[in-house]
């Protein structure tokens, strides 16, 4: 059976189609600068790759021009779309009523889109893609959407309740939904696998740390809470996004320096975090390289950046009462052993203890445990693969 991954956000489109007997990727990439001058990345199981610059005015000309590379010529892995079984669709934000992997119809997709305001960038994109393949591919080819909210539904009021008053989430659905969902769901599943554990039995904090970073205590394979909030900005220092902030401080900016509602809104998102901080960049790389030639700017960034991570790993375990695991993920987790290691630092006290050794010689794109032999808590890499996840509901839901 092969399933095809759809994640369209504003101006790009990524895919990836898997043959989910061996869970072969056939083929993955991604269209940029839709709408621009437009650009698309195809790789397929062959070795067969392509960068090129091609004109991409919108996503459908996107999606034809990813159709055209899987089934024609050298880039060739299907005959023809029919082949394509299923399609599974990523979409950011589900609102108040879509949470669980759905099976996409019209009601559906018109829902998405008066949820529009929840995720603005995304939603329309999402919703437009989901049109497009209602349109092109038969009554036959089941196609599911997962949401990204969905995981963090399980979370107590008390969690996700706001200090505001209690109208705004009646009337408006303000709270805190919790992003990076697929991602903290595949790997806390993964973990319980790895441990040999059923995951009914654990308590685990899962750290999606990447452009974008969230951290999830997950209890019983259930989240119980999540750093990122109503939005993808709160929580812990990001690429370019604050974390949390005092909104007291966004009022003052806006009144010092005269600046609109979008003008923070861009500002908190594009401008800020470790970018923000270091004044150098918001990829981990630049900010290690300039660390190591003693960039001052760089080290303070991270430092925030890693104590943010410890003040939640430690309120989540004392939320949940206990901790069996600690999960690492995303770009930064599972690359940047320094910010593991300053992640935990001075927590052996509470039963989270790293080997050095293992944690400098995890092996890229591989899962491992990094903890010490005599760590109570379990700590662990393990690469997130949110395309996986997509696919393996896809196909449980159209089994359903
Ligand atoms: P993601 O959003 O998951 O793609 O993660 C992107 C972040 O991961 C960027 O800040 C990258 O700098 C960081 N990253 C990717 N590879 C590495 C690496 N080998 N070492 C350190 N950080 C990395």
Redesign the pocket.
Known sequence: MNVFVLNAGSSSLKYRLYRMEDQLVLAEGGTERIGLDGRIKYTNHRGFSVKTDCPLPDHEAAFNEIIKYLTTGESKVIDSPAEINAIGHRVVHGGVRLVYPTEVTMDVIEEIERNRDFAPLHSMAQAGVMRLCLKMFPASTFEAVVFDTGFHQTMPPEAYLFGLPYHYFKDYGIRRYGFHGISHNYVSERAAKLLGRDIHDLKMITCHL???SSICAVDGGRSIDCSMGFGPVDGIVM?TRTGQVDPTALIYIAKKDHMTIDEISDMISKQSGVLGISGIS?????I?NAMEHGNEQAALARRVQSYQIRKYIGSYAFAMGDLDALVFT???GE??ASLRAASVEKMEHYGIKIDPEKNEKMI?GKEGEISAPDSAVRVLVIP?NEELKIAMDTVALMHR
């Open positions: 990447g452009n974008g690429g918001s990829d981990d790389r630049d290690e995303a770009g930064l690359n940047s890229r997130t």
